[in-house]
């Protein structure tokens, strides 16, 4: 990951906060939105990781501060997890998410949310999310799953199966119950590819 490329993630993940991309709203965000503060963290040292031995001390300074993040605010993102610019944690507390999972871009992470991995059943593997997905407070993707585009996840609901794009999805197990997507749901979008 070169420079570039991290200023955009970090500066994308602050778009889905505030509608901006600047300094002044960046510092608001970081001050006064815990889920910002540790994606940025997240962000910060994954980049350092990419840098090579120079950089040795100021990423284990970021480690550090992503772990202590981690416990105050009770999410566990790996900084080595695949995921996309756009990334927007909207409560924090009690958020898991395995680092093999793959995230795409404008992904919404709500508090009690769990992205976990099965070694058996019908779907063993990891969840691959794809773009502008929403996941409720209390949501659970567990398996070798993908989750369509535009998909939204309902508080409480817990897949087990694939899901296709732009569909709402409820209850346990869940189960589609419209094609409306996550529209409303996911706003103040990013082009994932940097354009």
């Not at 570039?4 to 510092?27: A, E, M």
Request: hydrophobic share 35%.
């Amino acid at each position: 990951m070169n420079w570039k490329q991290y200023t955009f993630i970090v500066t994308s993940d602050l778009y889905r906060y505030c509608g901006q991309r600047n300094l002044g709203p960046f510092l608001k965000c970081y001050a006064t939105i815990p889920g910002f503060r540790y994606s940025f963290f997240m962000r910060t040292a994954r980049y350092l990781k990419s840098k090579g031995i120079w950089f040795l001390p100021i990423y284990a300074m970021a480690r550090l501060l992503l772990n202590h993040y981690q416990f105050k605010y009770g999410i566990s993102i790996p900084y080595n997890t695949d995921i996309g610019p756009g990334l927007y944690i909207g409560h924090f507390g009690g958020i898991i998410v395995n680092c093999e999972a793959k995230i795409g871009c404008n992904c919404n992470i709500n508090q009690e949310v769990t992205i976990g991995t099965t070694y058996g059943g019908k779907y063993p593997g990891t969840p691959v999310i794809m773009n502008n997905v929403y996941f409720g407070p209390g949501s659970k993707i567990i398996g070798g799953i993908t989750i369509g585009n535009h998909t939204a996840v309902g508080a409480n609901c817990v897949v087990t199966k694939p899901t296709p794009d732009y569909g709402v999805i409820v209850g346990i197990p869940g189960e589609i119950v419209s094609t409306k997507g996550s529209g409303e749901y996911v706003v103040n979008t990013v082009d994932g590819h940097g354009h």
